[in-house]
């Protein structure tokens, strides 16, 4: 008998403010660095790199990171990384730095293993800058190859260790607030449905999802407040431990297919497609009383909405979802991004045929159709 089901949480998780002063206990004697080019002006860089001379440890830097990290930049990282023989690999800075740094470290174990060299994994250690991905705890890297993105998903790229350190966000846009928030509600809402999920990892994207509905808009309005940033920090990380185990879902699926066409940020796509997506999930058109309806009306009972069908708890919940986006300025639809519907329906296809064979589509609460994508990305448009 093969026992399938487990809870699996491999990096260690440091939080709340100054936490970034860990890098001075760290043990090794070269560091990688990964970061982003706003890590390095806002000078949190020149502290990572200061924090591990402390320890001991010399660095060698990347900055070369870019938004939706393609194989151009992971080849450019990969080269440096192998150069440096580092023992230690950081990345600071959004979620393409940490994707960039996992996409080098998965590459150079497969080319390692290709080449008949065994690759020992550095001490991986991930700080986050914006409060979205939970990339600092997931085995989830996001790669664009070709103009698409690929999702890439192993244990091995898991980071050793998070830093949540609360003043490395503070710096961060009020779009870039709204667009990784966003991103961390629909992370817990496709880890609270999918058909991997458990008592484990619901009772994460449970709490991840009461702390934004609590918090993100008064960070919208007020970056500077410790408290929002700490609680939307933490659900971001909790909800990152709940889908690292349950996988995500059809949201997530087509938001790479869209984001990847029309250069949308990943935050703002899934955003658009969420409400449609829960009513094919939820089957509001039919009895409304399946699993995906039963968990979104949970959902409903622990923001204290009615709830007493599983289709009244659904409709409250997706009301409520749709409100808190409506208060942080989030569009209607894809058309008031100005994308055109001749480009929209000439891409309809591409777009649907790539969501199919995402990583992210087999642990959705209802196996969809190349047709129901159709409907849904037109439902958005």
Same mark, same amino acid.
């Given at each position: 008998?093969?026992? &399938? ?11 709340? =403010? ?8 760290? =043990? ?25 001379? &402390? ?9 070369? %990171? ?6 151009? %930049? ?5 080269? *440096? ?19 960039? @740094?996992?996409?080098? *470290?998965?590459?150079?174990?497969? $080319? ?23 990339? /600092?705890?997931?085995? $989830? ?29 503070? !710096? ?25 999920? =458990? ?17 993100? /808009? ?12 700490? !609680? ?10 709940? $889908? ?8 997530? #699926?087509?938001? !790479? +297919? ?6 949308? #940020? !990943? ?17 509001? +058109?039919?009895? @409304? ?7 979104? @009306?949970?959902? @409903? ?7 007493? =069908? ?11 979802? /749709?409100?808190?986006?409506?208060? *942080? ?15 929209? &329906? ?6 649907? &045929? ?28």
């Amino acid at each position: 008998m093969i026992i &399938e089901d487990k809870f699996i949480l491999k990096s260690k998780v440091y939080f709340n =403010t100054q936490s970034l002063q860990l890098l001075k206990q760290i =043990t090794g004697s070269r560091a990688f660095i990964v970061a982003d080019s706003i890590m390095e002006t806002l000078g949190y860089l020149e502290k990572t790199v200061d924090y591990l001379s &402390e320890a001991g440890i010399s660095s060698e830097v990347f900055s070369g %990171v870019r938004p939706d990290p393609d194989v151009k %930049v992971i080849a450019e990282g990969l080269k *440096l990384y192998k150069e440096s023989a580092a023992d230690v690999l950081v990345a600071i800075g959004g979620g393409s730095a940490i994707d960039t @740094a996992k996409g080098i *470290l998965y590459f150079a174990w497969k $080319f390692g293993s290709i080449e008949g060299v065994e690759i020992k994994k550095p001490l991986f250690i991930a700080i986050p800058s914006t409060s979205g991905t939970g990339s /600092e705890v997931t085995d $989830f890297s996001v790669i664009t190859c070709e103009g698409e993105k690929v999702c890439i998903v192993d244990e091995f790229i898991a980071p050793d260790i998070a830093i949540l350190d609360s003043t490395c966000i503070q !710096h961060v846009p009020q779009r870039v607030v709204v667009d990784t928030g966003i991103d961390v509600l629909v992370h817990a809402i496709e880890a609270y449905v999918s058909t991997k999920a =458990t008592d484990f990892t619901d009772a994460l994207a449970e709490k991840a999802i009461k702390l934004i509905f609590e918090n993100l /808009e008064t960070l919208y309005i007020d970056i500077n407040n410790d408290d929002a940033k700490d !609680h939307v920090q933490n659900a971001s990380c909790m909800a990152g431990m709940a $889908f690292t185990n349950t996988g995500l879902g059809i949201n997530h #699926s087509l938001a !790479h +297919a869209f984001g990847g066409a029309f250069h949308i #940020s !990943h935050g703002r796509s899934n955003a658009l497609l969420l409400k449609a997506v829960m009513e094919f999930n939820a089957d509001l +058109a039919g009895s @409304a009383n399946g699993y995906a309806a039963q968990k979104y @009306a949970k959902l @409903a009972t622990i923001l204290q909405l009615p709830a007493r =069908t599983s289709r009244e708890g659904t409709v409250n919940f997706m009301l409520a979802v /749709e409100k808190l986006k409506k208060s *942080l300025g989030i569009e209607d639809n894809m058309r008031t991004l100005g994308i055109e519907e001749r480009e929209f &329906e000439n891409l309809l296809e591409q777009m649907a &045929e790539t969501a199919m064979l995402d990583r992210c589509t087999p642990t959705n609460p209802k196996q969809p159709s190349k047709e129901d994508l159709i409907q849904i990305y037109r439902k958005c448009y």
